[in-house]
């Protein structure tokens, strides 16, 4: 039988392994910014060891990095570079990683990065009525002013294995990039007045992307960008473009209106290119899924029976 001073070291010894764990497990506990069923956002350790150290803890606000995701846009590699670009997040995204991103720049240490995965609705093709859902991913961080974001996945495939019945992992490798080697995507990242690609001794990267938050504050203002103010919601949009498209055939109207009371002919070249422009701005709205299919017919109808 073990002697009361026995017993007292072995308490004693327990309980330093116990406050010696605590401080690791909370961290690790405490590594997750986000979490909604398979998206996160959590903190890890920067990927490589020889990288400068981050300028981390940093303060901002959900709103400033929101307005920094909004201004990010793609195009897809076969496709016409005069194309019209696409948004990399859905709203969803952007408010969920807003809200998270800003948690965790807050809380991160300069040796720490943040990964993320989040998943939306994209339509297959422009124009197509189905969608899937599609990943992104990434690692961001703060670093000479700037907010980093290396994407890992643009857009990507999202599918997942049944292994023995069980649907709990990915079919396609989840991938949150790196710094040392660049990963290759389907799509182009467009660079802005807001974001421009990294660049470094080796090149430029094509999957990170660096963000100026004041510049960015500033580009996602309505007053600034009236194509963002266009973008807000769906109801807006569409609003809007009703709005200019009654305003547009009134003003037609008067600058048709002759000299002796008579209107010309609806084929004239002024009313057809203000119905060319109507048209574009409709068709812009249906492919950023700012307005449904149903209303973009039904506006089309409309502004066709004005010829």
Request: net charge neutral.
């Amino acid at each position: 039988m073990p002697r009361p001073g026995q017993v007292a070291g072995l308490l004693v010894g327990y309980l330093f392994a116990f406050l010696t764990c605590l401080p690791s497990a909370y961290a690790a506990s405490n590594s997750v910014i986000w979490e909604r069923g398979d998206q996160i956002v959590k903190l890890v350790r920067q990927d490589d060891d020889s990288a400068a150290p981050n300028d981390h803890p940093t303060s901002m606000t959900a709103d400033e990095i929101e307005a920094m995701l909004e201004t990010l846009r793609l195009r897809y590699a076969d496709e016409d570079p005069g194309g019209v670009p696409v948004h990399v997040f859905t709203q969803t995204d952007i408010e969920n990683l807003g809200k998270a991103l800003a948690i965790g720049l807050g809380r991160a240490a300069p040796s720490q990065d943040l990964i993320f995965h989040v998943i939306g609705a994209r339509r297959l093709s422009r124009g197509a009525f189905a969608r899937r859902n599609r990943v992104c991913a990434g690692r961001v961080f703060y670093r000479d002013g700037n907010l980093n974001i290396i994407f890992g996945q643009i857009q990507s495939p999202y599918r997942k294995k049944n292994v023995y019945g069980q649907i709990d992992e990915d079919f396609y490798p989840r991938n949150y990039g790196n710094r040392t080697t660049a990963t290759k995507h389907d799509v182009v990242l467009l660079p802005n007045a807001t974001a421009s690609l990294y660049q470094s001794s080796g090149g430029v990267r094509d999957d990170w992307i660096v963000i100026k938050p004041g510049v960015a504050a500033a580009a996602s203002s309505p007053d600034a960008n009236p194509e963002l103010a266009l973008a807000t919601t769906g109801a807006t949009a569409a609003a809007t473009v009703e709005a200019t498209a009654n305003t547009s055939t009134a003003a037609s109207a008067n600058a048709n209106e002759t000299a002796s009371g008579r209107t010309e002919d609806a084929s004239t070249p002024s009313l057809a290119a203000d119905l060319e422009q109507r048209l574009k701005a409709l068709k812009r709205l249906r492919e950023r899924d700012l307005i449904s299919e149903n209303a973009y017919q039904a506006k089309m109808k409309e502004i066709l029976q004005d010829l």
